[in-house]
């Protein structure tokens, strides 16, 4: 894609397939037999919307780019492309199932072991965010584009994270590294959008619980606002390991200098120690 106009059309292919994903997921809600939820071998959750969702994602987006799927659902977790569709058919099926809305599909165009293309869908309000490489991050919401923006943290940051209530550790060491902060919560990979649109300025993940394709819409998407994701220990991911293996814990930001982004670092380390197991998956400094 050369230019926005190419990037919109294509984002607007992208969230046709992706409505019809939601559609499948929404037949399903409210209806917890109709879900048949089922655990993972990985202790997640699964349910007949997942199955739904990816199959829809699966046979339509090579229609659209003819790429390799590799998706959360699909039992195949290795992949030997360079250029490959990266899904998560149903992000937040826990949220899913507790009927709390907040749960969207993620699509992302893995090239080179980077992002280029994302598009986040939330299926309850049919609002989509997408970004490219180098053409900027955008929303849609009631059929009208508009470029988003992360903020510039003024003052005490707002921290968001899954869970309703922070850890006493965690809130010690958020008090030592700003101050103080505000906080908020909510579930998938929406965290992403509220940093981009410049609602929130931290996304602290310091558990290792996430796969690449939870995270991978929203790196791109951070990336193209302003901001960005730093994993630990280092700074540049390399998505296409074996995905079945979890990510190492991250941050996500909104605009910073690299002053900040460093104490941030500094940060996960306080938090989190011994770096070594982690490096296989980056880019050396």
Excluded at 47 to 70: E, F, G, W
Excluded at 264 to 278: A, D, I, P, V
Aim: charged share 20%; aromatic share 12%.
């Amino acid at each position: 894609m050369d230019s926005f106009q190419d990037l919109k059309i294509f984002a607007q292919q992208i969230a046709a397939v992706c409505a019809r994903a939601s559609a499948a997921i929404l037949s399903y809600y409210g209806d917890v037999a109709k879900m048949q939820i089922h655990t993972k071998s990985n202790h997640t959750p699964v349910t007949a919307a997942d199955i739904a969702a990816h199959n829809i994602l699966c046979k339509a987006l090579p229609d659209i780019l003819p790429l390799p799927v590799l998706g959360e659902e699909d039992g195949s977790h290795l992949t030997n492309s360079s250029d490959y569709w990266l899904i998560d058919p149903l992000d937040g099926t826990r949220e899913f199932v507790k009927l709390s809305g907040e749960f969207c599909v993620l699509v992302a165009r893995i090239q080179n072991r980077r992002p280029i293309f994302s598009l986040i869908y939330e299926p309850l309000t049919d609002k989509y965010w997408f970004a490219a490489k180098n053409l900027g991050a955008y929303k849609c919401e009631n059929g009208e584009i508009s470029r988003i923006f992360c903020r510039t943290r003024q003052g005490i940051p707002t921290i968001i994270t899954a869970h309703a209530k922070i850890s006493r550790r965690h809130d010690k060491y958020f008090k030592s590294l700003f101050g103080g902060y505000k906080h908020m919560y909510r579930g998938s990979a929406l965290k992403f959008t509220v940093i981009a649109e410049g609602r929130a300025d931290v996304y602290p993940k310091l558990s290792s619980t996430t796969c690449e394709w939870d995270t991978a819409a929203g790196d791109l998407l951070l990336a193209e606002a302003g901001g960005g994701m730093r994993y630990f220990p280092c700074d540049l991911y390399l998505y296409g390991k074996n995905v079945f293996q979890l990510n190492p814990p991250f941050i996500a930001f909104g605009k910073c200098g690299n002053a900040e982004i460093a104490r941030y670092l500094s940060f996960m380390r306080n938090q989190l120690g011994h770096e070594g197991r982690f490096a296989p998956y980056f880019l050396p400094r």
